[in-house]
């Protein structure tokens, strides 16, 4: 079946710095990506998200950048601080109602 | 509302039991989604509600598992004879149409001893 970022690796940064997650999609049909963010114990939360007729969206700290030759996708975060630490799924979605999640990327910001 | 909610947050219970799980959207919004997270994985779509329109069940993992909606607000996702694989946290989200943000509950942690 279709995967989207099946792995769950680590990134760890330091404080200031930027960050750039990655995530790798597989269907070529997904028409809408989007970026949660979930810190421990709590539902995810929207942080952006991107049609498949864009290649970059920018958000505020967040850029979001959509490759469809390789099917990937990045979220860049800008100065990054403590409280950006958490797990950041990708997701894609085809239709309203087929949205596929990934593992995840733990982000681990040292001060 | 101030946002999803679900109940309980958290539940215990024996192989074998039924249990229910409860989500109120953000009022006013017409589509809602559940989800299971096992521990260190990515989000199981299971189930999604858009308005009067038929539910699309097709992320259900066995006929164990039902969910309602009823009068387009609160849905009660039923797990039946519960089985240990069933242990997850299991998300909710509502989203206002039939694009754009989900906003996600805090999820209820159903352990099965």
């Known amino acids: 079946g279709e995967s989207v970022g099946l792995h769950l690796p680590t990134l760890s940064v330091q404080e200031g710095d930027n960050s750039i997650i990655n995530c790798a999609y597989s269907?070529?049909?997904?028409?809408?990506f989007i970026w949660y963010k979930q810190e421990s114990g709590k539902g995810p939360q929207f942080i952006i998200d991107?049609?498949?007729?864009?290649d970059k969206r920018q958000g505020q700290r967040v850029t979001v950048l959509l490759n469809k030759t390789v099917k990937h996708l990045s979220l860049q975060i800008a100065a990054t601080q403590p409280g950006d630490s958490a797990v950041y799924f990708c997701?894609?979605?085809?239709?309203?109602?087929?949205?596929?999640f990934g593992a995840g990327t733990r982000l681990t910001v040292k001060p | 509302g101030a946002g999803v909610s679900q109940s309980p947050s958290n539940k215990v219970t024996e192989k074998g039991k039924d249990v229910e799980l409860r989500c109120d959207p953000i009022?006013?919004?017409?589509?809602l989604y559940w989800y299971r997270q096992s521990l260190g994985q990515g989000l199981e779509f299971l189930i999604y509600?858009?308005?009067?329109?038929?539910?699309?069940k097709s992320g259900l993992p066995s006929d164990r598992f039902s969910a309602e909606r009823t009068g387009g607000s609160v849905s009660t996702l039923t797990i039946q004879r519960t089985q240990q694989e069933d242990s997850a946290v299991y998300l909710c989200?509502?989203?206002?149409?039939?694009?754009?943000?989900?906003?996600f509950g805090p999820g209820t942690r159903l352990t099965v001893l």
């Open positions: 989200a509502s989203r206002q149409g039939a694009d754009g943000e989900q906003f």
């Open positions: 509600f858009q308005g009067n329109s038929a539910p699309d």
């Open positions: 269907n070529s049909a997904s028409d809408y």
């Open positions: 009022s006013g919004h017409t589509a």
């Open positions: 997701a894609e979605a085809r239709g309203n109602n087929d949205m596929r």
């Open positions: 991107i049609r498949s007729n864009m």
